[in-house]
C-alpha cells in the first residue's frame, strides 16, 4: 500500500519527519517497507510554456520550439510530437539532471542551439505503467496553467515522500489513505479530520434513473446506485493524476479517476456505468449462468462458471461485480449520463470469481480482504462531489440503496487486569481508554472492566484477546519491560536419539565425511536410475499433489539416489574425492492416518584411495563409537543397484540393519560418473535403539599375554569371516584379540590359493597362561581351520 | 720393559689422536688393549719377570692401559659427537612443505546452526523435541487458527498429498503435538524441515528449515517473550546485539510480534546487510492465541504462553553473509568446506 505524505495530511496533522513517521508507524504496526521519493531523481526543471514551433531546417523529424520559462525565453530542438503553442509543460534547464540520470547543457542538434529540453513523464521519475496512455510516448502536457519559471516538482506537489506500508491480511482496513490516517493518529496522538462532504443536488431523484434490485444477495450484502447527469469526460486535472500516480494507479479520464481516488481514499470500489448505454435502466445482481459469455473492460472475451455475482440489465451482463466492468457500458469521452455504482460484495464470493477467472484487479483484491459495507453511502457521496467538482454536473437527489441487512456493532467485554497480565504491564484503565477511542473504538469504562465497541470496519476485533494486541500496540512494544519466565523451572535438553545422531555425526565427520542436505522430494524416475525393480516397495512413493515439477513431485523412499546426485555434482564440479553422508527421513504408505516416517543414514564417497574396505572401516568405526557389536555382514549379490561381488547386507542377529558396498557399473554410468562409487544406507532408527550411549570400564589386564602369529594358505573361495568364526569359537575364551596382518597371493603360493596372516594374542584375565595351555588351544584351532578349509600353515 | 711400554704409550696415543672414525677407534681397541693386544701382551709376559720389577712393571703397564682406555673413549665421545652433527645436518628438511594432512568433514552449516540454537535454548530449561515432515491439514492449519480461506492453505503456496495431507509449511504444527500430549508447564524448541511451494531462486527455496518455540505456564507474559528472545539474540549473535519487537500478525498468536536485530555487521548504522536500516528481522513471535490454547486442551484462563518461529536458512545466511539459499542444497563441497 502506496501512501504519498501529503495525502495524509489532508486528515492529520504531521510535524515529524518522514523517518521518524516511519519509525513510529513501524513500532505501531504498520510496518512501513520504504520510503520514497519520486522528485529526488531530477532537479531544475521548472513551469515552462511553448510561445512558437518552427520546422528544424537540418532534419525532418526535428522541431524547434521557443519556450517561456518565466525569467527568458529559450529555444529548444525536440523530436516530440504531441505539443502545440501555448501548452505548458516541465523544460529542464541548463544543469539539470533527470530521471535516468541524463544531465542537461546547452548544445546544438543539427545546427541548432538547443537551451534545454522538455520533459516526459518517464524523464520525471514516474514508472512507465503509471503514464496515462496519451502521453505515453511523447512530453508531459500540463493541463492546467501555471507561473512560467516555478519549480515543477514544488508547484505541482511531486516533491512528497511516498510511504509503502506492508498491510498484515487481519488488517483490510488499512488498505487506503484513511485507514492509514487514522493508524498516524492514534500513534502520534493527532486528531483525524474527516473529508468534509457537499454538493449541489438537481431536483430530480435517481430513483426516477434507475430501478436496482439485488437477487443474488448472498453475492452482494449493499448496492448503491447514484446518477450524475451532464458530465464531460475529459483528463483529470493535474492535481488528480499525480495524487494517482503517486499512489501507483494510472490516470484514465475524469469519471474513471474520481472513482479510483475514493477507491483510494475510503477503500470502496466503485465503478462508473455509461447509464445511456444501459437501455432497460435497470440493474439487476443476479448470479451468472454456467458458460455464459461476457466481454471485461481489457477486451478479453470470458466464459462464466455460473455462480459468479454479475451486474446485469436484467437481460444482458453488465459487469463482474466486485472484479470488473463490461466493454459494452464502459464510460467514454461520449459518455453524458454515468450511474455510479458504490456496492460491497461478500470476500468469499470474489476470492473464488477472481481465482476461476485468474482476475485480480484492486477492486477484486480489496473485496475479497473484506470492505465495510457501511462506507458505501459515504464514498458514493464523495465521488459525486469530485466529479461535479471536475465536470460541473448534476447529482441527482439521493441514491438507491439496497441494504436489506445492515451491519451492526459488536459489543466485548474486556478485563483490564487480564490485558496487563497478558503484556506484564501496568496500564491504568483511563490509559487504555484513551488508546482504543484513538481506534475508534466505543469505550465504555465499568468497575469490573471495559465494554467495547469497535467500528464496523475492524472486523478483526472480535474477543478480548484482540484488544490486548491493539493496547500492547499503541501503548509501545518497546516500553513493554522485558523479564524472563518466572515460572517452573524446567529441565532442558536433547532427546537421547538426538543424542546419539550427534554422535554419530561426530564420528563421520572426524573420519573426513561431510554432511550434506537434500531434498526430501524427489523425481519419481530416481529409483529407475539407481535400477530398482518395478515391484520394489521403493517404487510406491507418495506422490505429491501439486509439485514444482517432476523433479521433486515424490517422497523419497531411499536416500541412495539422492547422495548419487551429490556425489555426481561434485565430480562434476572437478573433486577428485569426496567423502559425504545425510541422515535424513524416508516416507512410506501406511495404515495409519499419517504415512510412516523412518530415518536412514547414507553414506557415499568416491577416489582414488577409497574401496569397499575404506567404506566398510568408516562403518565399522561408526558402529564401535555406538557401541553396536555383533553386526554381521552377509554378502548381497541380487540389489540391483549394487556391485554383485562387492556388497554386503548389515544384520544383528536377523534384523537388517543396512547395506554397504560398491555401485554397480550400470548405475554410476547412468550417473555419469566415471568413477567408482561407494554407498551405505543404513537404518538409522534401528541404530538408535541399539546404540549405547553409556561409557563402560573394564579394569586393564592384570596377566601377561602369549602371542602367536600365524600364516595359513587357504582356498581362494575361502572367506576372512569364515576363518575368524573359527578364531572365536574354537578359543575357549583365552584368544583376547586377532587382527588379519596380511594377505598375499603370487610367487610361492600355488594358484587359486592365497596366504592369510594373523597375530593372535592369548590371554587369560584371571591367571597367567602357561605356553603348555595355549599351545593346545591353538593347535586345536589349528586343526579345525584345517578340517573345514583345508588350511595348512605356510 | 719400561721402555717398550713408554713406546707403547706415546705410539698409542698418536694413532687415538689421529683416528678420525669410529672403526679406526675401535681397531686401536683391539690392536692396544684387546685379548691380543700390545698391553695385554706385556701384562701376560709380566710372569716372566723378577719379583721386584712386577709390581712395578705391573702398575706401569696399568697406568699406561687406563690411559689408552681414556683416550679412546674420549676419542670415541668426540667421534661420536662429530658423527652426529654429520646425521642431523644430512637429516635437514625443508620445513614449508605441506604437512600431511587426514582430512575431517564438517557438519551441515545448518546443522551448525541448529546445534548453537539447541545449545542455547537448552540452558534455559528447553526440551528439544520433533515432528514429522508430513503433517495433516488439522494441525498445519486448523489447529493454529488459520482461517479457512487463508492463502497459506492454497495450492500455490503449500505442498498437498491428499486434501488433509501436507508437507508441513511450518514447525508450528509440533507446538500442537506437545500441547495435545502434555499439560503445562511447558518448555520446548523443535528445528526441522519445511516445505512452500516456492520456486527456487536466492532467497526462496521450497524446502527450508524452522526451529520453532513454545513457553506454556502459569503467568507467562509478552514481557517474558520479549525476555527469553532478547537474551537468545545475545547469545546468538554477540553481546552487544539489540532487539526490537514490532507488532505484527498471525493467525495463531494474539498479540503477535516481529523481532528485529541490530545489524552485527555494522552495529546499527546502517550497511549492505540490513539494506541500510540498521536492522535485521528475524523471527516471528508472540502470545499463544487463546483459541490455540483450548483446541490442545489446556485452560486459557489459567495458562499462557509464548510461541516463536525462526527460518534456520535465513539466520545462517544472516550470520555468514550467504547471499543464496540454494547453496545450502547444492553440497558443493567447496561451500561446505568454509564452515569448518
Redesign the interface.
Known sequence: MLAPRKWLENYVKISIDSKELRDRMTMSGSNVEEIRNLSESFDHVVIGKVLEIKEHQNADKLVVAKVDVGNKIIQIVTGAKNFKENDYLPVALEGATLAGGLKIEIGELRGVNSEGMMCSHDELGIPKSLIPESQKDGLWILKETYPLGKNFKEILDLDDDILEFEITPNRPDCLNMLGIAREVSATIKEKLVYPSINYREASNDAHEKVKIRVEDQNGCKRYIGKVLENVTVEPSPDWMQIQLMKAGIRPINNIVDATNYVMLEYGQPIHAFDLDKIQTNEIVVKESKPGELFETLDGVERELEGGETMITDGVKPLAIGGVMGGLDSEVTLATKTVLIESANFEPDHIRLTSKQLNLRTEASSRFEKGVDPEIAITAANRVCQLIQQMTDCRVLKNSVDIYPNPVMKREIFVRDDRINKMLGTNIPKMEMSDILTSLEVEVQILDEGLNLKPPTFRNDLVKEVDFVEEVARIYGYDVIPSTMPTATVTLGGLLSSRKIENLAKTSLTSQGLYEVLTYSFVSPGSVNKCRIYKESPLQKMIQLKNPLGDETSVMRTTLIPSMMDVLDKNNKKGSSDFRAFEIGRTFHHSEEILPRETTKLVIGMYGDKDSYYTLKGIIEELLNTLKITEVRFRREVHHPTYHPGRTANLYMNNEYLGIVGEIHPKVTDAYDIEKKCYVAELEFTELIQLADLEKHFYPLPKYPSIERDIALVVNNSVAVGEIEEVLKDFTEGILETFELFDVYQGDQIEEGYKSIAYNLIYRDPEKTLKEKEVAAVHDKVLLQLKEKFDARLR | MKEQLKEIKQRGMNEIQKADSLKELEDLRVKYLGKKGEVTRILRGMGKLSKEERPIIGELANVVREEITNALSEAKERQEEIALEIQLKDEIIDITMPGVK???????P??QSV?SL?EI??????????G?????VENNFDALNAPK???SRD??DT????E??V?RTQTSPVQIRVMKNAQP???VISPG?C?R?D?PDATHS??FHQLEGL?I????????L???L??FAKRFFGDDTKT??????FPFT?????MDISCFKCGGIGCNICKGSGWIELLGAG?V??NVLEYCGIDSEKY?GFAFGMGIDRITMAKHDIDDIRL???????F??QFK
Open positions: 587426514k582430512e575431517v568433514g564438517v557438519l551441515h545448518l546443522n546445534e539447541e535454548f537448552i540452558s534455559m530449561g528447553f526440551k528439544v523435541v520433533e514429522p515432515e508430513i503433517e495433516t480461506n487463508h492463502p495450492l500455490s505442498f498437498y498429498i491428499t488433509d495431507l508437507l508447564p511447558i518448555r524441515r516445505f511451494n520456486t521450497p524446502m513457553v505456564d502459569e503467568n507467562i507474559t509478552l514481557g517474558d520479549k525476555g527469553t532478547d537474551v526490537k519487537f514490532r507488532p505484527h500478525h494474539e498479540p503477535s510480534a516481529e502470545m492465541h487463546p499462557s545450502f542444497f547444492e553440497n558443493d563441497r567447496r561446505l568446506k
